[in-house]
């Protein structure tokens, strides 16, 4: 076995796609400090810039002195507290759905959401470029796991008729793709799901907060409601700037995750002055909405920047404006390049990305400005 792994590790360094991790010594922002080094970030998941919001940071403060700083237990224990319950349902209420229940990670929701609603016998169709967590959620689920090509609904759909005979069938996608940044084609995959009779599941990590005239994601953008998306799932470390993760729907589906989704029930709850500061994340949505249009600008100039530049962006709308650039080590030359000109963009390999396919996967923040996005583009113009 240790023979096995050194050989594998040696492959990966071979093969340029050997992982390192950076070591921060400052917050999420516009800039980072790694070591000595002050860089331009344009890779955080941190869309709208409150990672590192003053209100948000007063309020874990001032809550982690109210309710100490672990959670102490699992939910079903004694870790479920005042601020817990505060946050299903203010995010209930957010997503316009009955109710709401807190994960500790969009992972952790993933794999639940499928333990609880499916088994053996079952079918599972997830679009071939789902978050890992998914794939592995209906992995994991015991029920049969077909991919259908991305933002296919035909394929889907064809895949679907094949298996009309099963009685449970759950389709699952993401609503804003994490390595491509496009879109789902949400109102079409409803529309097939409700003729051929399957549950379909939406995870928003990354259109939670971002899309929507109120940030409430990519279902408001597409104007779906519960009825046409019955589960819902949202991350609140990305956008929200915090931690952990919810799935929205109706009373029978929380109920049912809360007893059968193994990934609820044994684990321990995020702390509870965690969960206080992204009740004020959620709130930043409202009190301070010119984030999103801010944020939508800058996508807007960067993308005219790039056409001008006649770099090769791919069709997204959202944060996530990816540079394909192919071999891996093409895109890890380039991501060195650009930070030893002070920005920080990190490559994308396989086999989070499928082989061929490597890029860069750079994204905005309503935290940038305009400037900065300027000296991005800079830096691709010298380098790209
Ligand atoms: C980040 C992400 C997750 C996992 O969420 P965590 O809270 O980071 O575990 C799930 N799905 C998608 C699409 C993601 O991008």
Redesign the pocket.
């Known amino acids: 076995m240790q023979l096995r792994l050194q050989q594998r590790l040696q492959e990966r360094r071979q093969q340029s796609l050997y992982r390192q991790r950076l070591t921060l010594s400052s917050p999420q922002g516009a800039e980072v400090q790694i070591g000595t080094e002050r860089l331009l970030c344009f890779c955080s998941?941190d869309y709208l810039g409150l990672a590192n919001h003053p209100q948000v940071i007063t309020s874990l403060q001032e809550n982690a002195a109210r309710y100490g700083v672990g959670s102490g237990a699992s939910h079903l224990v004694v870790g479920h507290s005042g601020p817990h319950q505060e946050l299903e349902e203010a995010l209930a209420e957010f997503t316009g759905r009955p109710r709401a229940l807190l994960f500790s990670?969009?992972?952790?929701?993933?794999i639940g959401i499928m333990a609880a609603l499916l088994k053996r016998g079952d079918a599972v169709f997830e679009d071939r470029l789902?978050?890992?967590?998914?794939l592995d959620g209906g992995l994991l689920s015991g029920a049969r796991l077909q991919r259908f090509r991305h933002n296919d609904t035909d394929h889907l759909k064809q895949l679907l008729q094949q298996r009309a005979d099963v009685e449970g069938k759950l389709v699952a996608t993401?609503?804003?793709?994490?390595m491509d940044g496009d879109s789902a084609p949400l109102g079409e995959l409803a529309t097939v799901c409700a003729e051929q009779g399957a549950l379909l599941v939406v995870?928003?990590?990354?259109g939670f907060g971002v899309l929507g005239a109120n940030g409430a994601g990519s279902l408001e953008q597409a104007g779906l409601s519960a009825r046409e998306v019955p589960v819902l799932?949202g991350?609140?470390?990305?956008a929200l700037g915090t931690?952990?993760?919810f799935v929205a729907g109706d009373e029978d589906l929380i109920e049912g995750l809360i007893q059968f989704a193994r990934s609820y029930i044994y684990t321990t709850a995020i702390p509870p002055a965690l969960v206080a500061a992204t009740l004020v994340s959620l709130e930043l949505l409202t009190t301070e909405a010119w984030r999103r249009p801010h944020l939508q600008q800058l996508i807007a100039r960067f993308r005219a920047g790039a056409e001008q530049l006649g770099l090769p962006l791919m069709d997204s709308q959202s944060p996530i404006q990816p540079l394909l650039v192919g071999d891996a080590d093409a895109a890890l030359r380039l991501s060195e390049k650009l930070r030893s000109d002070g920005v920080l963009v990190s490559a994308i390999r396989p086999p989070t990305v499928h082989a061929g396919t490597a890029r860069l996967r750079i994204t905005l923040s309503a935290a940038h400005n305009e400037d900065q996005v300027d000296r991005l583009l800079d830096a691709l113009q010298r380098h790209a």
């Open positions: 998941n990670s969009g992972y952790m929701a993933n789902n978050h890992a967590s998914l993401d609503g804003v793709f994490s995870d928003d990590a990354h799932m991350t609140l470390g990305k931690g952990g993760a």
